[in-house]
T-cell receptor, first 116, second 112 residues
Framework: AQKVTQTQTSISVVEKTTVTMDCVYE???????LFWYKQTASGEIVFLIR??????ENATVGHYSLNFQKPKSSIGLIITATQIEDSAVYFC?????????????FGSGTRLLVSP | AQTIHQWPVAEIKAVGSPLSLGCTIK??????LYWYWQATGGTLQQLFY??????VESVVQLNLSASRPKDDQFILSTEKLLLSHSGFYLC???????????FGHGTKLSVL
C-alpha cells in the first residue's frame, strides 16, 4: 500500500531565508504523482507544486521548488526567500498511476512558522 | 471557472444524531469527487471517492456513507454520529486520476 511520511513536525525560520521540508513515500507502482499542498490558518488547502515520477527535472513554481530523489523515494519541498505569509502547514501527497490514482494519500504535515 | 461549495460551514451536533454534509462543483463536467476528514492538527484521511454519478467507493470505514446523486453533487452522511466523527471535512475534485485536487473550504463538525 502507498504511504507518505513527513518526519518534521514543525520548522521555524526567519523571513527571507530558505527552508526545506522532507517527504518520503512508498509505492510499488512505477508510475506515480507527487504533490505539495499548504493549509492556511483558516483551513484552506492550496495546491503548490507537483512532480511526475517519470520526469527527471525538478519542478519549480515561483519560490517553490522540489528536490526529487527517486532512488531514495524522496520529494523535498524548498521554499526560497520565505515570507511571513508562508506560515502554514505543508502536506506532501501521492497518487499512483492508473485506477490507483483515485486514492490520494497525504503525509502528516509540517508546520512552518516564518518570523520577522 | 470552476467553483466548489461546501455546506454547512460548521455544525454542532449531538452524539447519536444524523448528519448530512454537502458539496457542489460548478463549471466542471464529470469531475472526480473526494471526501476527506481531518482531525485537529492531523493529516488528511480520504474517506470516499466517486468517478461518476451513482457510484461511490469507500476508502476507509468510519461509520459514514457517501452518495453522488447528481454529476455536480457529493453528499456525506451518517444516521448516528459518534464523538470520533468530530473534525474538519473537506470535499475535493480533480479532473482525472493523476491531477491535482481542488478543495472546498471545509465543514467543521463538533460532536458533543
Amino acid at each position: 500500500a502507498q504511504k507518505v511520511t513527513q518526519t518534521q513536525t514543525s520548522i521555524s525560520v526567519v523571513e527571507k531565508t530558505t527552508v526545506t521540508m522532507d517527504c518520503v513515500y512508498e509505492t510499488r507502482d512505477s508510475s506515480y504523482f507527487l504533490f505539495w499542498y499548504k493549509q492556511t490558518a483558516s483551513g484552506e488547502i492550496v495546491f503548490l507544486i507537483r512532480q511526475d515520477s517519470y520526469k527527471k527535472e525538478n519542478a519549480t513554481v515561483g519560490h517553490y521548488s522540489l528536490n526529487f530523489q527517486k532512488p531514495k523515494s524522496s520529494i523535498g519541498l524548498i521554499i526560497t526567500a520565505t515570507q511571513i505569509e508562508d506560515s502554514a502547514v505543508y502536506f506532501c501527497a501521492m497518487r499512483e498511476g492508473g485506477t490507483g490514482g483515485y486514492k490520494v494519500v497525504f503525509g502528516s504535515g509540517t508546520r512552518l512558522l516564518v518570523s520577522p | 471557472a470552476q467553483t466548489i461549495h461546501q455546506w454547512p460551514v460548521a455544525e454542532i451536533k449531538a452524539v447519536g444524531s444524523p448528519l448530512s454534509l454537502g458539496c457542489t462543483i460548478k463549471g466542471k463536467s464529470s469531475p472526480n469527487l473526494y471526501w476527506y476528514w481531518q482531525a485537529t492538527g492531523g493529516t488528511l484521511q480520504q474517506l470516499f471517492y466517486s468517478i461518476t454519478v451513482g457510484q461511490v467507493e469507500s476508502v476507509v470505514q468510519l461509520n459514514l456513507s457517501a452518495s453522488r446523486p447528481k454529476d455536480d453533487q457529493f453528499i456525506l452522511s451518517t444516521e448516528k454520529l459518534l464523538l470520533s466523527h468530530s473534525g474538519f471535512y473537506l470535499c475535493a475534485w480533480s479532473q482525472s486520476s493523476n491531477e491535482r485536487l481542488f478543495f472546498g473550504h471545509g465543514t467543521k463538525l463538533s460532536v458533543l
